[in-house]
């Protein structure tokens, strides 16, 4: 049964870099033809789409987030990470991380429970 | 990311149909049959429910159904239950390296 654990600081202050990991259990981060992403959720309102790497390093980025956001992944302990720098009290979300359900890596399958990070002032 | 345009909200009663659209352009639903649909409950992780339009992952109920017009893609609920009452988001592709992006989401009621 695969599943994924988002861990990192809940609170992370203004104009710093907010650092996440997903740990992924059940399955190889590194099985062909699947995606690992990263979405987050502010509070109140809707879904965003941050970004989407495959174990290879190929990454795909929201475009209104790219100049900020970084991923990686790491098969030899099977985890990804999500990185976004000069964070503003905006970046407050709960933060999922998820694999596709195939290689179409925009269908996202499988999510961790998430994580509420919050930028303080 | 592109602007998928979705209603706020929706409800009906026990036993009824509902139908959520989503809104797109050429760019995305216009284009490819690669909408996906999401049920999200509050404190939980969302969950995919519609994947290519109108296919359901294993497990999920048949009471769930999608479908596309032109620009629109729709997700239709029958036999409303109440545990169906979350936010439901819908995403396209939109080619090469750049997802639709989520809806702007829709709150369904079960009255």
């Known amino acids: 049964q695969l599943q994924l654990q988002e861990s990192g600081p809940g609170l992370v202050k203004s104009s710093e870099t907010l650092s996440l990991t997903c740990t992924v259990s059940g399955d190889s981060i590194a099985t062909k033809g699947y995606f690992w992403g990263w979405i987050r959720q502010p509070p109140g309102k809707g879904l965003e789409w941050i970004g989407t790497i495959y174990y290879s390093g190929s990454t795909y980025y929201n475009p209104s987030l790219k100049s900020r956001v970084t991923l990686s992944v790491d098969t030899s302990t099977n985890h990804f990470s999500l990185r976004v720098s000069s964070v503003t009290a905006a970046d407050t979300a709960v933060y999922y991380c998820?694999?596709?359900?195939?290689?179409?890596?925009?269908?996202?399958?499988?999510w961790g429970q998430g994580t509420l990070v919050t930028v303080s002032s | 990311q592109s602007a998928l345009t979705q209603p706020a909200s929706v409800s009906g009663s026990p036993g009824q149909s509902i139908t959520i659209s989503c809104t797109g352009t050429?760019?995305?639903?216009?284009?490819?049959?690669?909408v996906s649909w999401y049920q999200h409950h509050p404190g939980k992780a969302p969950k995919l429910i519609i994947y290519?339009?109108?296919k359901r992952p294993s497990g999920v109920s048949n009471r769930f159904s999608g479908s596309i017009s032109g620009y629109t893609a729709s997700l239709t609920i029958s036999g409303l239950q109440s545990e169906d009452e979350a936010d439901y988001y819908c995403?396209?592709?939109?080619?090469?390296?750049?997802?639709?992006?989520f809806g702007g989401g829709t709150k369904l009621t079960v009255l």
């Open positions: 290519e339009v109108n």
């Open positions: 998820a694999r596709s359900r195939s290689k179409a890596w925009w269908e996202l399958l499988y």
């Open positions: 995403c396209s592709y939109a080619g090469s390296t750049t997802s639709g992006g």
């Open positions: 050429g760019s995305d639903i216009g284009s490819y049959n690669f």
